[in-house]
């Protein structure tokens, strides 16, 4: 096994499916489905994974992952209103204790290159450490969501930020509980962001055609909203269960050649009050 480092970016990894644990020169971070695991530049580390299924959403930031700034006072702690505590948030414990002499190889990505150095002892042999500067774990199942009246902005599902983006998470909540509400969101086109949402689990109440591990990706400028009949049906719906993970990128997102082959052609159509979706296709975008 090998161990790695980003050397110019943050990484959050979302957990979608599978367990472990985050080894790192600062010791462990044990992991679940719906965790989101940040991990600073320059962190030596490596991911232990149980027996199953693995599926991962992992995000790259070339500035740090911060919490959101309006949640937080001038001294850096979040307020009473915030979605999420300090508490939520796990640092590593245990430290791994690895002593010996030997070839221990470090992947290093930088440049978009993986560049290979060997030490001649682990990385991980460390008696202890002090500071601020650590990966951590937060489970977006204690991401409290903010509700009202009537119909919330996307700006209360933020978790991360960073610069020229955010990553909210959407997760089961009542509806808005004004009695004229319509609990499906209402159409319209983002002025300053692209917008990237990954389903996770639950019904999509406002998409047809999506499935599992599903990507949509909306760039600013284009309207986009419930798909037809789903405003109708929301009407007396008290609930949502629904989980998914959302970028909100603020400079234009560009695919690369590798997603092209995933696109479905049929997507932009589905506004359609006559289109018919394709049977679920499980995950395939990250299959």
Same mark, same amino acid.
Request: charged fraction near 20%.
């Given at each position: 096994?090998?161990?790695?480092?980003?050397?110019?970016?943050?990484?959050?990894?979302?957990?979608?499916?599978?367990?472990?644990?985050?080894?790192?020169?600062?010791?462990?971070?044990?992991?679940?489905?719906?965790?989101?695991?940040?991990?600073?530049?320059?962190?030596?580390?490596?991911?232990?994974?149980?027996?199953?299924?693995?599926?991962?959403?992992?995000?790259?930031?070339?500035?740090?992952?911060?919490?959101?700034?309006?949640?937080?006072?001038?001294?850096?702690?979040?307020?009473?209103?915030? $979605?999420?505590?300090? =508490?939520?948030?796990? %640092? @590593?414990?245990?430290?791994?204790?690895? /002593? &010996?002499?030997?070839?221990?190889?470090?992947?290093?990505?930088?440049?978009?290159?993986?560049?290979?150095?060997?030490?001649?002892?682990?990385?991980?042999?460390?008696?202890?450490?002090?500071?601020?500067?650590?990966?951590?774990?937060?489970?977006?199942?204690?991401?409290? $969501?903010?509700?009202? =009246?009537?119909?919330? %902005? @996307?700006?209360?599902?933020?978790?991360? /930020? &960073?610069?020229?983006?955010?990553?909210?998470?959407?997760?089961?909540?009542?509806?808005?509980?004004?009695?004229?509400?319509?609990?499906?969101?209402?159409?319209?086109?983002?002025?300053?962001?692209?917008?990237?949402?990954?389903?996770?689990?639950?019904?999509?109440?406002?998409?047809?055609?999506?499935?599992?591990?599903?990507?949509?990706?909306?760039?600013?400028?284009?309207?986009?909203?419930?798909?037809?009949?789903?405003?109708?049906?929301?009407?007396?719906?008290?609930?949502?269960?629904?989980?998914?993970?959302?970028?909100?990128?603020?400079?234009?997102?560009?695919?690369?050649?590798?997603?092209?082959?995933?696109?479905?052609?049929?997507?932009?159509?589905?506004?359609?009050?006559?289109?018919?979706?394709?049977?679920?296709?499980?995950?395939?975008?990250?299959?």
């Amino acid at each position: 096994a090998y161990y790695y480092k980003n050397a110019l970016a943050d990484e959050v990894i979302f957990v979608h499916e599978g367990r472990g644990e985050l080894w790192s020169q600062l010791g462990k971070v044990a992991f679940e489905p719906g965790d989101y695991v940040v991990v600073p530049r320059t962190i030596i580390h490596q991911l232990h994974f149980e027996d199953g299924p693995v599926r991962l959403l992992i995000i790259e930031s070339f500035s740090p992952v911060e919490t959101c700034r309006r949640y937080r006072n001038h001294f850096g702690q979040l307020l009473e209103h915030s $979605p999420y505590c300090e =508490r939520d948030i796990r %640092p @590593p414990g245990e430290l791994v204790r690895e /002593e &010996g002499e030997g070839d221990y190889l470090v992947q290093v990505r930088k440049e978009g290159q993986l560049h290979q150095l060997t030490y001649a002892h682990s990385p991980f042999d460390v008696v202890g450490w002090d500071g601020y500067f650590y990966p951590y774990a937060f489970s977006i199942h204690d991401f409290e $969501p903010i509700t009202g =009246r009537l119909h919330q %902005p @996307p700006p209360v599902h933020q978790t991360f /930020e &960073g610069n020229n983006f955010v990553i909210c998470s959407f997760v089961p909540r009542l509806f808005d509980y004004h009695p004229l509400s319509i609990p499906a969101p209402y159409n319209h086109s983002n002025v300053d962001s692209d917008e990237v949402l990954y389903y996770v689990a639950g019904n999509f109440m406002s998409r047809r055609g999506v499935d599992l591990a599903s990507f949509t990706w909306h760039p600013s400028g284009i309207p986009h909203g419930p798909h037809p009949g789903t405003v109708e049906a929301s009407l007396g719906k008290k609930e949502t269960h629904e989980l998914a993970v959302m970028v909100d990128t603020f400079r234009p997102l560009y695919l690369t050649e590798t997603a092209l082959h995933y696109l479905d052609p049929r997507y932009p159509m589905s506004w359609n009050p006559d289109f018919v979706p394709d049977p679920p296709r499980s995950a395939d975008m990250m299959d």
